[in-house]
């Protein structure tokens, strides 16, 4: 694997952050920054405070200037705070106290609530996070708190480069209020063997993120693939061809005895199939959004095969908006050109609900999420020049990318070519069955999609909500591979239904029927929320609910264009091949 440093470089200077300059390699003596960062429940990564909004002090050294955060890094409410402690480089450090603090009563309850509740924080050496816990409930008796007052801090050095660190919270200190507490450290420098491409290594956890596992659901899926693919082959090939000789013999029957003709299946709706879809311009730029979503969901995929973006604090988010905002012409392209070929006037329009149809969803519900974060005083609230530089994006790089991808999509593809005219007059749709109504087959066709992705899911989310580094990009590709084959699948077999009722509202019906998948999935994160996790509380579960629904949302665009896509080449080439005289 290989790491790319220039990309972060020019990542770097496109958001003009500037990073905390570090060439990771010291000289006897140097200093060495230890950053405290975020404060928060074990129970949720996600809700973070700021280190020092306990009562921590710090220590006696000079503060040093404040870190410049990137882009992700504000997003993902890193505050970096410097601690004070006197750490040089393969310099040990006895038990030293670095400051005392007093505990008076509003520190004391602050203190035993965070302990109550199993609280975390976070630091960083060397850009290496570091985790250790406040304290402890007694455990003979759960109305006494008792503290971690020392920390020890074993760093293992190889070469000039640090490679590895260990800390311990030590010093049990029973709480109570109006009382002085003393601070105190230690340091101790160890020579190490690791190299330093791979001291994150620890950080891994292979043993949760079992590769049999993935192996299995990987598997599982792909026979679940081959079956559909082969059904789906089957059915249309053999049914299709069938109608296709039923329809010449009809032809002939046709001349002697009248409308036989008259009474089957989906070629009968052949001069409305192409009719567009309702709310056009709706419809387009949601295309066009799943053509951006799934873009850009497989380029970071990709590069977060070839670079390990774990190193490096909110590299992956920072990365998938640059990657979002480069990509804005494809989603031009495909919604403009959609937008153009069922015939929409109104394309200025088109262009901007298509562009900021997305990010409006995200700032609805980052906005209220950050609202309730600021309410909590949480590390989460979004900065204000971070929500203006978001917007800047928007505004100065995805709305003329996306222009550029509409002028291009109109241009290039914007004609209809469609086999088959469209009547004047819309053919009366006729009654069926319960389930061969749309809302059933969007409702069914998203089981299968789901089926395929839930191990999958739950490595995810895991990993995004606890303490977890998801690493397994390779299974992450495959899975989406494999998602989007059986959208595909699905979709395609359910829209011959439908068609097959008379029904020709297929445009909607398919996008539905691919989306639906994100139905089953907030399910799942139900699911999830109530048995895998320990979340508490309001903005817990604001955070936690509000961000699924944006991720199911967009899994559900995604999968949705997928299905619209696949269907639509279908359909294209099951008419084209009917000869209408
Ligand atoms: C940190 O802990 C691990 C596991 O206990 C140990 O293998 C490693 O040597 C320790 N590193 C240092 C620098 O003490």
Redesign the pocket.
């Known amino acids: 694997m290989f790491r790319s440093k220039s990309l972060w470089l020019i990542l770097s200077l496109v958001y003009a952050v500037l990073a905390d300059e570090h060439d990771h390699n010291y000289k006897d003596g140097d200093e060495v920054v230890l950053w405290m960062n975020t404060i928060g429940p074990y129970s949720n990564r996600q809700e973070t405070y700021s280190y020092f909004s306990l009562p921590f002090c710090k220590g006696t050294k000079e503060n040093i200037e404040h870190y410049h955060e990137t882009l992700g890094e504000a997003l993902l409410g890193v505050e970096l705070e410097y601690s004070g402690l006197d750490i040089r480089f393969k310099v040990n450090q006895p038990k030293t106290e670095y400051c005392k603090k007093y505990f008076n009563v509003d520190d004391f309850d602050a203190m035993s609530f965070a302990i109550a509740h199993n609280y975390w924080y976070q630091m960083y050496m060397d850009d290496l996070p570091l985790w250790a816990l406040v304290g402890e409930v007694d455990s003979s008796d759960p109305t006494t708190f008792i503290f971690y007052s020392h920390k020890k801090f ?3 050095y190889n070469g000039e480069q640090i490679v ?3 800390i311990t919270a030590e010093g049990k200190t029973t709480l109570k209020s109006n009382r002085e507490v003393s601070f105190t450290y230690e340091i101790i420098w ?1 020579k ?1 063997e690791i190299s330093f491409e791979n001291r994150f290594d620890k950080y891994l956890d292979p043993t949760f993120f079992q590769h049999r596992i993935h192996w299995f659901s990987i598997f599982n899926s792909f026979m679940m693939v081959i079956f559909l693919v082969g059904l789906v082959w089957m059915i249309l090939l053999r049914t299709l061809n069938k109608d296709y000789a039923r329809y010449h013999k009809d032809m002939d029957l046709e001349s002697e005895d009248g409308d036989l003709s008259d009474d089957y299946g989906w070629k009968q709706v052949h001069g409305d199939v192409f009719r567009p879809p309702m709310f056009p311009l709706l419809f387009s730029s949601f295309i066009g959004t799943g053509y951006h979503l799934l873009i850009v969901m497989f380029v970071t995929i990709s590069l977060a095969i070839l670079s390990e973006f774990y190193t490096e604090r909110g590299s992956l988010l920072s990365a998938t908006i640059f990657i979002y905002a480069i990509c804005a012409p494809v989603n031009g392209y495909a919604g403009g050109s959609m937008y153009s070929r069922v015939g929409g006037k109104n394309w200025i329009k088109q262009m901007v609900v298509s562009a900021f149809l997305f990010p409006s969803m995200i700032s609805t519900i980052a906005l209220s999420v950050n609202a309730v974060a600021i309410y909590y005083h949480a590390s989460r609230a979004i900065p204000f020049t971070t929500m203006l530089a978001i917007v800047c994006i928007c505004a100065f790089v995805i709305l003329p990318l996306n222009f550029l991808g509409t002028v291009l999509g109109r241009n290039l593809k914007g004609v209809a070519d469609i086999p088959c005219r469209i009547n004047v007059v819309p053919r009366p749709i006729p009654d069926k069955k319960w389930f061969l109504e749309p809302w059933f087959i969007v409702i069914v066709a998203g089981f299968l999609p789901f089926g395929s992705i839930f191990i999958e899911m739950y490595f995810i989310f895991t990993s995004f909500w606890a303490y977890k580094i998801y690493y397994v990009y390779g299974f992450m590709l495959l899975v989406a591979v494999i998602l989007m084959i059986v959208t595909a699948c699905v979709t395609i077999v359910s829209t011959y239904f439908l068609l097959n009722a008379e029904d020709y509202r297929w445009r909607w019906c398919s996008f539905l029927a691919g989306g639906s998948v994100s139905v089953y999935v907030y399910l799942y994160a139900l699911y999830y929320f109530f048995f895998k996790t320990k979340m508490y509380g309001f903005f817990q579960t604001i955070f936690y609910f509000g961000y699924m629904g944006l991720f199911s949302m967009a899994l559900g665009i995604l999968c949705g264009t997928v299905g619209y896509m696949s269907t639509a080449s279908f359909i294209h080439k099951i008419y084209s091949r009917i000869k209408l005289d």
């Open positions: 074993e760093i293992g590895d660190i260990n160890k190490s």
